[in-house]
């Protein structure tokens, strides 16, 4: 068993401070003393919250989930521990059936030997999304939601961003949601209108991805996804990197979806990387002044860091650290339904400490101290 000590540790309540918590593999809980004989982590003052989850990540440290490879796998879990990241989802993207099913079955194979960020499972984005809300996704290899391309990897696969709107999205949608509730059905690059949006929510759409991007403006007569998501019951996730969105944008986001709203980076390979030329779903993309674009100038992906997100979150919006940092652990692991995202007896010992700034101190995965800033 281990403890940290001086921490504000970050709870459902607020902030809870002179007091002790106590680890192994999962959270034991909080204490007035330090039991005698264990391992203690001072945090000298520093903030301590369950290990953030990141559900929408491609790739960072100059490798990407498509790569297919276990390196790749084993780079993005690495490097993601800077960040604060303690658990994610392997996200796709729009490719050659080939290229989808290799990254899957690179995932489905080697997922469980990566030694930092933990991989929860794919999140699949694309390809059954609509050929006119395609954004930095291929065109060309768009089809119709079928389960042909993921019979293999059911349980793997948590996620999936699709176009409720196309041929064929109805049918998929009732079928996955009655035969495997357990992936979230999340409406994106999609053409939707309000009412059809709407109507993709009774059929098992619950969340929505990149909320903004990748979709119609909101309009006052056509409110189109955006407003059929602000005023249903769903969540959503949006892309905090002040360059997807415009500051207001979070701050109205989040007045009204409050805990239904989870941050993502939708991060690259070139995610924690210098600017530069860089791959990504097989086209080619410049990354300058923290953002990611495609010759057209079209955005893609991010070069987000998690840490940053909250960072220009507690800068931008009026939310507090408590919410904040909610919206990148206790969101997204109730949206998984997975023992994660809070400092709450049984759960998984995912932690990290950082500062009032939002630098990753040390990161936690299952109880073994996986990165420390200062040697
Ligand atoms: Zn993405």
Redesign the pocket.
């Known amino acids: 068993m281990q403890a940290i000590i001086n921490a504000k540790f970050l709870v459902d309540d607020g902030i809870l401070e002179n007091q002790i918590l106590l680890f192994d593999n999962n959270i034991v809980g909080f204490t007035e003393e330090v039991p005698e004989g264990i391992e203690v982590l001072d945090a000298k003052g520093a903030y301590v919250s369950a290990g953030f989850i990141d559900l929408?990540?491609?790739g960072s440290g100059d490798a990407d989930v498509m790569d297919a490879t276990p390196e790749a796998l084993k780079r993005i879990s690495s490097i993601l521990l800077e960040t604060g990241t303690t658990s994610f989802l392997a996200?796709t993207?729009t490719m050659s059936e080939q290229a989808i099913d290799k990254a899957l079955q690179n995932v489905q194979q080697h997922a469980g030997q990566v030694s930092g960020a933990q991989i929860l499972g794919i999140?699949l984005?694309g390809p059954f999304i609509n050929a006119s809300k395609h954004?930095?996704?291929d065109k060309a290899y768009i089809q119709r939601p079928t389960t042909d391309l993921i019979k293999n990897y059911m349980q793997e696969v948590k996620m999936i961003?699709l176009a409720p709107e196309v041929g064929g999205a109805e049918y998929f949608i009732k079928f996955m949601k009655k035969e495997y509730p357990h992936i979230i059905l999340s409406i994106g690059h999609s053409d939707a209108s309000y009412e059809e949006s709407q109507e993709s929510f009774t059929w098992g759409v619950s969340h929505a991805?990149?909320l903004f991007n990748a979709m119609n403006p909101y309009h006052h007569r056509e409110p189109g996804i955006v407003g059929a998501v602000l005023d249903a019951d769903v969540t959503c996730d949006i892309i905090p990197d002040l360059v997807h969105t415009h500051p207001s944008t979070l701050e109205l986001v989040q007045k009204v979806k409050k805990e239904k709203l989870i941050l993502?980076t939708?991060a690259?390979r070139a995610g924690c990387m210098k600017c530069g030329t860089y791959d990504l779903g097989g086209r080619s993309v410049e990354v300058s002044d923290g953002k990611a674009v495609l010759e057209d100038g079209t955005l893609a992906?991010?070069v987000l860091k998690m840490n940053e997100a909250l960072h220009n979150m507690i800068r931008h919006t009026s939310m507090s650290m408590v919410e904040v940092v909610n919206a990148v652990t206790k969101g997204p692991a109730q949206k998984l339904a997975i023992n994660k995202g809070e400092l709450r007896v049984g759960y998984d010992a995912d932690i990290v400490i950082f500062d009032e700034t939002f630098n990753i101190l040390y990161s936690i995965v299952g109880g073994d101290l996986k990165y420390k800033r200062y040697n």
């Open positions: 929408h990540i491609h996200t993207m999140h984005e954004g930095a996704q961003t991805t990149h993502i939708d690259m992906g991010s």
